[in-house]
């Protein structure tokens, strides 16, 4: 039990991908504009990082390691990675067609996330078990996820702000991303 509570707390605060491994930048800013999109974003990165987990793990050893494939662990796993985006891209195009055009360009790019592949090598490198690494790929899109949406609720309240013209958009996103990576290395001393 100590190990999926120190997952949780580690991969949501302490060594969030995004705060503080650097990981999947491009979506965090590009997506962070609004809230609900962001919700949407993390809802799907979750989906997509939790059931990757899971995949590739099994594809590592059960395929990969006995027949002394390891060379093949990349490309194996963004093709697992791509199809796994392409269900959710479908599904959210039938059931929210609003949230699959507010996602726009980085839908697809969730599959050249890296920190979707991050967390699936991982995982393997880690030497999880195959609950220990979805509960890991879990955790970690739930640190994603919260990361967007914090940043999401500050862009939100920064453009309702009265503040200095060059601040507006990409650099006080940026300013912003910058101290909340300064706020999340705070917890390093947690577990």
Not at 40 to 62: E, H, K, N, P, R
Not at 74 to 83: C, E, G, M, S
Not at 133 to 160: K, M, N
């Amino acid at each position: 039990m100590n190990v999926y509570l120190s997952m949780l707390i580690g991969y949501i605060l302490v060594n969030n991908y995004v705060m503080c491994q650097f990981f999947g930048i491009c979506p965090f800013l590009g997506v962070s504009k609004k809230f609900d999109t962001a919700l949407g974003m993390g809802m799907a990165v979750t989906f997509v990082i939790t059931l990757a987990s899971f995949i590739t793990w099994l594809i590592q050893y059960y395929l990969l390691t006995p027949f002394n494939l390891g060379y093949m662990q990349t490309i194996a796993f963004i093709l697992v990675i791509a199809v796994l985006v392409q269900v959710v891209e479908n599904a959210l195009k039938k059931l929210s067609f609003s949230l699959y055009q507010a996602l726009g360009v980085y839908l697809p790019l969730i599959t050249t996330n890296c920190v979707v592949l991050a967390v699936a090598i991982n995982n393997i490198t880690d030497g999880w078990n195959l609950l220990e690494a979805t509960f890991s790929g879990c955790c970690s899109a739930l640190g994603f996820t919260l990361a967007l949406l914090l940043l999401a609720c500050i862009r939100e309240r920064l453009e309702l702000s009265n503040m200095p013209k060059w601040m507006k958009g990409s650099p006080g996103a940026l300013i912003t991303a910058g101290l909340m990576a300064i706020s999340f290395m705070g917890f390093g001393g947690l577990i």
